[in-house]
Nanobody, 123 residues
Framework: QVQLVESGGGLVQPGGSLRLSCAAS????????MGWFRQAPGKEREFVAV????????YYVNSVKGRFTISRDNVKNTVYLQMNSLKPEDTAVYYC????????????????WGQGTQVTVSS
């Protein structure tokens, strides 16, 4: 079993930055991939970014490439999502998710989820 706790959300103006954190606990994560998803009101939960714990390979949805960076700290067992140049359309609840295995972009391939953290981009 894996427990995930997100933090770092908030209100930010367009063009601003936020860093989300996801603290993981419960078991060894060396064979895991950790993803970030988001869900805006009335929309489906969508993939944002993923990183493999052991090798650090990453993959992003096109809409955030060049603006968002996913990373992990193996000592702290924490995954981060650095979000720069934020836009109003980035407004959503952001979820951290984990799976045993490699990179995946479908939410259905992730059995472990955090509770979510709200990100609001507005002037």
């Amino acid at each position: 079993q894996v427990q995930l706790v997100e933090s770092g959300g908030g209100l930010v103006q367009p063009g601003g930055s936020l860093r989300l954190s996801c603290a993981a606990s419960g078991r060894t994560l060396s064979s895991y991939a950790m993803g970030w998803f988001r869900q805006a009101p009335g929309k489906e939960r969508e993939f944002v970014a993923v990183i493999t714990w052991s090798s650090g390979n990453t993959y992003y949805v096109n809409s955030v490439k060049g603006r968002f960076t996913i990373s992990r700290d193996n000592v702290k067992n924490t995954v981060y999502l650095q979000m720069n140049s934020l836009k109003p359309e980035d407004t959503a609840v952001y979820y951290c998710a984990g799976r045993s295995g490699g990179i995946a972009t479908s939410r259905y391939e992730y059995p472990y989820w955090g509770q979510g953290t709200q990100v609001t981009v507005s002037s």
